[in-house]
């Protein structure tokens, strides 16, 4: 039986068991003519790694982006479109996923991908620390969570009151485009009064030293570490953290809705993740696609 190799890359297996680290295991054990060669890139490194691997004719035949960089690929044919694929499959259908995971692999009404998983942002708080200083309940305003931070912040004890990514960047925008949506702004309308004000107020935190001056250059990931450790009594990150929380954090914490601007306003947030695809140059498009079916997470 003639065998193929599937390069397969994705960041699961590089802090912490993910999908594509395990099920691509299973895929080449119970697959005789298929090879699978799975390769964890860190995600500050999956992009580059991907497009100068694309650029001289060495992409992998799978890819997991986070959706925003899977735009950016597909959108320069760098993704092979799998729309009759979907179509004629009895595993993946489109209608098995909410209409935002599926706009990411979406482009010009054709299908470059399969949402691998969503996710969203809130505020993860310590109860140990909250309790010490006197509170009882989440934040649920953004001049609450300011008020929080200066309350929670301990420099004898190196605690912070709160910490988050304002880096520049994909997630620095990731955390701070639902204020923007609160204010009734968007994309291309960032300047809202409400906005202002809550950027403002981001400032205050950081230049009061209630948050890191490091959350300028951090992103979510090392953000959160902080709070993990116990030396930041709040931080705005989303579910990936959960197992990580769970494993490092030795105190009692909770989690809660993203505050906002004023008390009852409009809330909302962000939704972001990643999706799977596979890459136009691949030489194994039926056997790609056989592989890619094994990591559909549908809704």
Do not use: C
Not at 31 to 38: G, K, L, M
Not at 262 to 287: Q, Y
Request: net charge negative; hydrophobic share 40%; charged share 25%.
């Amino acid at each position: 039986m003639a065998q193929v190799t599937l390069k397969i890359w994705s960041i699961d297996g590089v802090d912490r068991v993910g999908i594509a680290d395990t099920f691509s295991k299973e895929f080449d054990e119970q697959n005789e003519d298929i090879v699978v060669e799975y390769r964890g890139i860190a995600f500050d490194d999956l992009v580059n790694e991907t497009l100068r691997a694309f650029a001289t004719g060495n992409a992998p035949d799978i890819v997991s982006f986070d959706n925003p960089d899977f735009a950016m690929f597909s959108s320069r044919g760098a993704m092979l479109d799998i729309t009759d694929r979907i179509a004629a499959s009895s595993v993946i259908k489109a209608d098995n996923y909410f209409p935002g995971p599926l706009n990411s692999v979406t482009q010009d009404g054709k299908y470059f991908g399969i949402p691998k998983y969503t996710d969203t942002i809130g505020v993860f708080y310590n109860k140990d620390l909250f309790a010490k200083a006197g509170i009882t309940e989440p934040p649920t305003t953004q001049e609450q969570l300011a008020e929080y931070a200066e309350k929670l912040t301990d420099p004898a004890n190196n605690v912070y009151g709160v910490t988050f990514s304002a880096r520049a960047g994909e997630e620095g925008t990731f955390q701070f485009l639902p204020l923007i949506q609160m204010s009734g702004g968007d994309y291309s309308n960032v300047n809202t009064e409400g906005a202002i004000a809550a950027l403002e107020l981001w400032k205050k935190m950081i230049d009061n030293g209630w948050a890191s001056k490091d959350v300028l250059s951090t992103g979510q990931w090392d953000s959160t570490g902080t709070f993990n450790s116990g030396n930041a009594a709040m931080a705005i990150s989303g579910p990936w953290e959960v197992d990580r929380m769970v494993e490092d954090a030795k105190f009692d914490w909770g989690v809660a809705l993203l505050p906002t601007l004023t008390e009852g306003g409009d809330r909302s947030s962000a939704l972001g993740g990643f999706d799977w695809g596979i890459m136009s140059t691949t030489k194994h498009p039926d056997e790609a696609f056989r592989a890619l079916r094994i990591f559909r997470q549908p809704g």
